[in-house]
């Protein structure tokens, strides 16, 4: 298996634009989750999907952040307008929760580096 | 204050030497705890897991869950310059819309030096 592949692996862009950045997870994992990892605040959890359902959304910073899993192989986050303070690095992650797993073992993908100006 | 707490170090050591990384936490619900290795530019991989408390070893690493003093150590005996990573420790219970999801320190920074 090739793992959780995030694109692009690196995103400079300028402030007030739009950024989307793209996962597909290991097939057959039925659990999706978008982190984002800075210095100052480490790993913080975006948002999580069951299923292609977004369960907690509750760690999206603001309304400018959206994600979308419209099927079992397949999600995105987008960021617009993108602003300075939203320079880190996203990070996917997928696990086959089958529920009584409490372990619940996440395969990360290599992340997305985004820098905007 | 964080619900994990993890110093971000640098821990800079000798090869050959013990390593010990730390993790508080404060919601006692948590039950499973979890140790992940992060080198430069990749992601996150599990190293190891463990279920309340008690120790857990793996070749050169042993992790303990002391659930009483909510506290959580990982130990790396004969340490070599491969084990230079990020690691952070996580934990998750209950479950939260059905799902355990694990609450990540921000990771401490391992520096073994040849």
């Known amino acids: 298996d090739a793992g959780v592949i995030q694109s692009p692996r690196h995103e400079v862009t300028e402030m007030g634009q739009e950024v989307t950045l793209r996962c597909k997870p290991i097939?057959?994992?039925?659990?999706l989750f978008w982190y984002r990892q800075t210095m100052m605040r480490g790993l913080e959890l975006l948002i999580y999907?069951?299923?292609?359902?977004?369960?907690?959304d509750s760690g999206m910073p603001e309304d400018r952040f959206s994600a979308k899993m419209p099927n079992a192989s397949f999600s995105t986050l987008k960021i617009q307008p993108s602003e300075p303070r939203d320079s880190a690095v996203y990070f996917c992650a997928s696990t086959p929760d089958r529920g009584g797993s409490g372990a619940n073992v996440l395969t990360f993908g290599a992340g997305s580096r985004l820098t905007v100006l | 204050q964080k619900e994990v707490e993890q110093d971000p170090g640098p821990l800079s050591v000798p090869e050959g030497a013990i390593v010990s990384l730390n993790c508080t936490y404060s919601n006692s619900a948590f039950q499973y705890f979890m140790w992940y290795r992060q080198y430069s530019r990749k992601g996150p991989e599990l190293l190891m897991y463990?279920?309340?408390?008690g120790n857990k070893e793996d070749g050169r690493f042993t992790a303990q869950v002391d659930k009483s003093s909510k506290y959580i150590s990982l130990f790396i005996r004969d340490s070599q310059p491969s084990d230079s990573a990020t690691y952070l420790c996580?934990?998750?219970?209950?479950?939260?819309?059905?799902?355990?999801?694990?609450?990540f320190g921000r990771g401490t920074s391992l520096i073994v030096h040849p």
């Open positions: 996580a934990m998750s219970g209950p479950p939260s819309g059905g799902s355990y999801i694990p609450t």
């Open positions: 463990t279920y309340s408390s």
């Open positions: 097939s057959g994992h039925n659990s």
């Open positions: 999907f069951n299923n292609n359902v977004p369960i907690d």
